[in-house]
């Protein structure tokens, strides 16, 4: 009898929640509940394959004067082909989902078990910071723990090329990780691989630089957040690093005096002050560095304590039911898709005519930005028709499948069942 594949375990964890989030953006995108940033990439890109450059019309300028994200030009040969929003949402999902794999191999490299590492990864696929980025717009940094994890393991082996082949992806994806990275690099030239470490500081130093003098020749300057040593809402950062390590049965605690590592990824969210949105929310742009940081430390720690691989597993579960930022938190239903909708907003996407979406419409943005003649409004504080977050009505969403009757005085605002007295705010 063979031995028994060791990938087997993570491979169907990572096929079953990319195929539970496939369906569930798939379902977002049709109610009409995506926004601007998905929008933006889908118009760059699309843009880009038909030789129109890097503007869009939500940021109202070309998108690599705002962040330096040049690698994903790639995906632009894709998108001329499949030019929907879909096929980003699909490369999203691919991406948190297969991060799992070398997360995996790392864990194993450090010396931990089959089971130990196959927890680690499940933990990592179930915990709502995963979920949050699979669940969200697309952005840049949805490859951030993909590539992480790729150049963790390299480093690990002292493969030279492949971790610097992996360090320049993620340069490529945005400015500052130009920053973690000149870190990171220093970090693992004094106590890991001085040649390794060197030549990633020496990477990230020339790519900073090239970012910055590129802006200045261009007198632009990228979208930059506030930060001061004020920490506004202390307590819901506090919650944030809860539900990021609470997953991993807190297992990167037990590095020791290793977390300083991690002081920029922290104080880059505990330092920021309001802007556009919490920066402490579980699955965003800005999160995505500190969740592969996160994960990789829980695989480097569980290889030293494999007794946590069962209370991982259960934190992360309980995280995932209780804690979570998508469909699949307890009392949370898929939306229900208001069909005319949608195809209002298909429609909008084979316009040749110019067409100005209201920012509480920016859901029909990302559905038709693939049309270059589409343009979001810019945001207006207090403006009226916004819908609730979430559909939390088990009835209503049956009901849009045919399975039972629907409730009396509810009707649908953004995909969200909502009462017929109760207006979009």
């Known amino acids: 009898m063979g031995r028994a594949n060791p990938w087997r375990v993570v491979l169907i964890a990572a096929a079953t929640f990319a195929a539970v989030y496939w369906a569930l953006d798939f379902n977002k995108l049709a109610a009409l509940r995506y926004g601007a940033d998905t929008g933006t990439f889908l118009q760059w890109l699309t843009g880009e394959a038909h030789g129109h450059g890097s503007w869009n019309g939500a940021e109202y300028r070309p998108h690599l004067q705002v962040h330096d994200s040049w690698v994903l030009l790639v995906l632009a040969p894709l998108l001329a082909l499949f030019p929907y929003t879909q096929t980003l949402l699909a490369l999203q999902v691919a991406a948190i989902a297969g991060a799992a794999l070398p997360l995996h191999a790392f864990a194993r490299a450090c010396g931990a078990s089959l089971r130990a590492a196959n927890a680690v990864a499940i933990a990592y696929l179930i915990s709502p910071s995963a979920q949050g980025l699979a669940y969200g717009n697309f952005v840049e940094n949805v490859f951030v723990p993909l590539l992480a994890a790729c150049g963790a393991l390299a480093?690990?082996?002292?493969?030279?090329?492949?971790?610097?082949?992996?360090?320049?992806?993620?340069?490529?994806?945005?400015e500052d990780q130009a920053l973690f990275l000149l870190w990171f690099g220093a970090a693992c030239a004094l106590w890991w691989d001085r040649r390794i470490?060197?030549?990633?500081?020496?990477?990230?130093?020339?790519?900073?630089?090239?970012?910055?003098?590129?802006?200045?020749?261009?007198?632009?300057?990228?979208?930059?957040?506030?930060?001061?040593?004020?920490?506004?809402?202390?307590?819901?950062?506090?919650?944030?690093?809860?539900?990021?390590?609470?997953?991993?049965?807190?297992?990167?605690?037990?590095l020791g005096r290793r977390l300083v590592l991690a002081a920029p990824l922290v104080a880059e969210l505990v330092f920021n002050h309001p802007w556009a949105y919490p920066i402490a929310r579980i699955g965003t742009h800005w999160t995505a560095p500190i969740v592969a940081a996160t994960a990789l430390a829980a695989a480097y720690a569980i290889a030293r304590r494999p007794k946590l691989a069962t209370p991982m597993l259960v934190g992360a579960a309980l995280c995932a039911l209780f804690f979570n930022d998508t469909a699949l938190k307890i009392g949370?239903?898929?939306?229900?898709?208001?069909?005319?909708?949608?195809?209002?907003?298909?429609?909008?996407?084979?316009?040749?005519?110019?067409?100005?979406i209201r920012r509480p419409d920016e859901g029909s943005y990302a559905v038709a930005a693939a049309n270059p003649h589409v343009l979001l409004a810019t945001y207006v504080a207090g403006e009226p028709g916004y819908c609730p977050a979430y559909d939390t009505n088990a009835r209503a969403f049956f009901a849009s499948l045919g399975i039972g009757a629907w409730p009396v005085g509810i009707t649908t605002c953004g995909g969200v069942p909502v009462s017929v007295s109760q207006p979009p705010r």
Request: charged letters at 15%; hydrophobic letters at 60%; proline letters at 8%.
């Open 197 to 254: 470490g060197l030549c990633v500081v020496v990477l990230a130093a020339l790519n900073g630089a090239g970012f910055v003098i590129a802006e200045h020749v261009h007198h632009v300057q990228p979208s930059l957040p506030g930060y001061g040593w004020q920490i506004d809402d202390p307590l819901a950062k506090l919650s944030f690093f809860v539900a990021l390590l609470a997953p991993f049965a807190f297992a990167p605690l037990a």
């Open 332 to 356: 949370r239903w898929p939306y229900v898709i208001d069909r005319p909708a949608y195809a209002a907003a298909l429609a909008l996407r084979a316009s040749q005519r110019d067409v100005l």
């Open 155 to 174: 480093v690990r082996r002292r493969a030279l090329v492949p971790a610097l082949i992996v360090a320049q992806l993620l340069l490529g994806l945005k």
